[in-house]
Structures are given as C-alpha cells and as structure tokens.
C-alpha cells in the first residue's frame, strides 16, 4: 500500500503534444574573385562581410582596418574599407548592396584577428543586404575553392 502512494504522488501530467510551424532559413555564405566573402540570412538579410583566408595570407601580418561607417549604404563595387598589413594595403569592396549595421570592434584593437580566422572572430562588418541583383558573379565556397586552384 505504501508503495502505491508513493506512485500515485510521483505521476506527472504530460502536455499535450503541439506542432510549431518550423522557419526555413538558410544562411548563405558566398564568395568574389576579388577574395571577398559575405554571409547572410536569406529571411532577415543580415549578416557578415570580410576578406577571406586566402586574401589574408597573400597581405601578411594586418596592422590596420580602415572600417565603413554604421548606417552608411554602398553599391556592388564600392569600396568599404582597407586593409593594411606590414606589406601593403588594398581596399574592400562589397559585392552587392548592403548597408552597414555595424563594425567588428575586436578588430580594431586586435587587427590580426583577421589573420587568424578571417571567417569567424577576423570578419569586418556586420551588414543588411538590400538587394541581390549582382548576386550571379557571387561563387559558392565549392566553386571558390576550383578557382584559387586555377592561380597556383
């Protein structure tokens, strides 16, 4: 009897089962033969924007990231920025339109990051992209991989 209380005390009621409707997103990450690379959410269109690892080897130690400013807007081709390195510099341009929602802070203070994981804590501006149009010259990581092939 005693176990049967114990029993009857310890049950618990179980929700009723519910189904959510699920978000399909995806979050796509794309890259330019200028060794650009930009990742975005397709729903919110928010994302990040940096130079890839392949562009960070070939500048050398970066010193320096000349960054866009927060709310300023920019077109397919415009320069956003700089990178300056112990060897040299070279501009960052944006593959699409985007509007900046704010930059990498970490960078600034510690620019080697790029360096180090230019992908990951190294990216340099968070963006909004505000339209696709230019989108088709944009490679996938597979396809980006093929052409650093072709320039050994």
């Keep these: 009897k005693m176990l049967n209380i ?6 618990v009621n179980v ?4 189904t959510l409707p699920l978000r399909t997103f995806a979050v796509h990450t794309k890259f330019t033969k200028e060794h650009e690379w930009i990742k975005y959410d397709d729903e919110t269109m928010e ?3 940096g130079i890839t690892q392949h562009a960070a ?14 709310g300023d807007t920019f077109a397919p081709g415009d320069a956003i920025g700089a990178v300056e390195s112990v060897k040299t ?5 944006t593959p699409v339109d985007v509007e900046i929602l704010g930059n990498n802070q970490e960078i600034e203070a510690t620019p080697e990051l790029v360096n180090q994981s230019p992908m ?8 909004k992209v505000t339209s696709l149009d230019n989108a088709k010259d944009l490679l996938s990581e597979e396809e980006y991989q093929k ?6």
Excluded at 6 to 11: D, G, M, N, W
Excluded at 89 to 93: D, E, H, L, R
Excluded at 147 to 152: G, M, S
Aim: hydrophobic share 40%; net charge negative; glycine share 6%.
């Design 6 to 11: 114990l029993f009857k005390r310890s049950t």
């Design 15 to 18: 929700a009723k089962k519910t």
């Design 47 to 49: 994302g990040q924007f």
């Design 57 to 70: 080897n070939e500048l050398g130690d970066i010193v320096f990231v000349d960054l866009p400013f927060e």
């Design 89 to 93: 510099s070279a501009q960052i341009y």
């Design 120 to 127: 990951e804590d190294g990216w340099i501006t968070k963006i």
């Design 147 to 152: 052409f650093l092939k072709t320039l050994e």
